[in-house]
């Protein structure tokens, strides 16, 4: 039984979401005392360490689903694309808002990883002892893994995304669901 070349077997996901994981919370921990009053720090971590192993295109296609997808115009393609990369950025920061020493531990993997998907469990664990499960579903490209969905406690990001945007898509507009996209990211950053 000979071992797999190394160009087809793909390595655990883990060892990368760990080191995204660890940069993002040193950058916590170095500016713990600004956060309360900036979380733009915890979105600049997040875009810098978390997004370069996101799936943007992909996660966008499949939140929308393939046909609001393929009647969108390219500019309203790039544009949804952009406002919901804020969104999953907000997503994953929100449960580092309030930064206490927060620590993540990731759970072994319970599946192969040589198939197109695999998903790594995690938990943010707080000070108080408080655990707040975190799951990465994570999907096999040319360039290694990259997240295309995320459950915080359980909830998937894409799903309830998904169900939200195609009920507004139902009476309105791609045009009217950027904006209304663009309005809520607004009223929650302040």
Same mark, same amino acid.
């Given at each position: 039984?000979?071992?797999?070349?190394?160009?087809?077997? @793909?390595?655990?996901p883990?060892?990368?979401?760990?080191?995204?994981?660890?940069? %993002?919370?040193? +950058?916590? #921990? /170095?500016? #713990?005392?600004?956060?309360k #009053?900036?979380?733009? $720090?915890?979105?600049?971590?997040? @875009?810098? =360490? *978390?997004?370069?192993?996101?799936?943007?295109?992909?996660?966008?296609?499949?939140?929308?689903?393939?046909?609001?997808?393929? !009647?969108? &115009?390219a500019?309203e393609?790039?544009?949804?694309? /952009?406002?919901?990369?804020?969104?999953? $950025?907000? +997503? =994953?920061?929100s449960?580092?808002?309030e930064y206490?020493?927060?620590?993540? !531990?990731?759970?072994p993997l319970?599946?192969?990883t040589?198939?197109r998907f695999?998903?790594?469990?995690?938990?943010?664990?707080r000070?108080?002892?408080?655990?707040i499960p *975190?799951?990465y579903?994570?999907?096999? !490209?040319?360039?290694?893994?990259?997240? =295309?969905?995320?459950?915080?406690?359980?909830?998937?990001l894409? @799903? &309830?995304?998904?169900? @939200?945007f195609?009920? %507004? *898509?139902q009476?309105s507009?791609m045009?009217?669901l $950027?904006? /209304?996209?663009?309005?809520?990211?607004?009223?929650?950053?302040a």
């Open positions: 039984h000979d071992a797999l070349p190394i160009s087809w077997a @793909q390595s655990s883990v060892p990368m979401l760990e080191n995204t994981a660890t940069q %993002i919370l040193a +950058t916590l #921990k /170095q500016n #713990k005392s600004s956060l #009053k900036n979380h733009q $720090i915890i979105y600049q971590a997040v @875009q810098r =360490y *978390l997004l370069p192993n996101v799936d943007v295109n992909g996660m966008s296609r499949s939140v929308l689903g393939r046909q609001a997808w393929t !009647k969108a &115009s500019a393609r790039q544009e949804f694309t /952009q406002v919901f990369t804020e969104l999953v $950025i907000r +997503t =994953y920061a449960p580092l808002a206490t020493d927060e620590t993540v !531990k990731f759970l319970r599946g192969p040589d198939g695999t998903r790594v469990n995690s938990l943010i664990i000070s108080s002892g408080q655990r *975190l799951s579903s994570m999907v096999s !490209k040319n360039n290694g893994w990259k997240i =295309y969905d995320l459950s915080v406690e359980g909830v998937s894409l @799903q &309830s995304f998904r169900s @939200q195609g009920q %507004i *898509l009476n507009s045009k009217d $950027i904006a /209304q996209m663009r309005k809520n990211s607004t009223s929650k950053a």
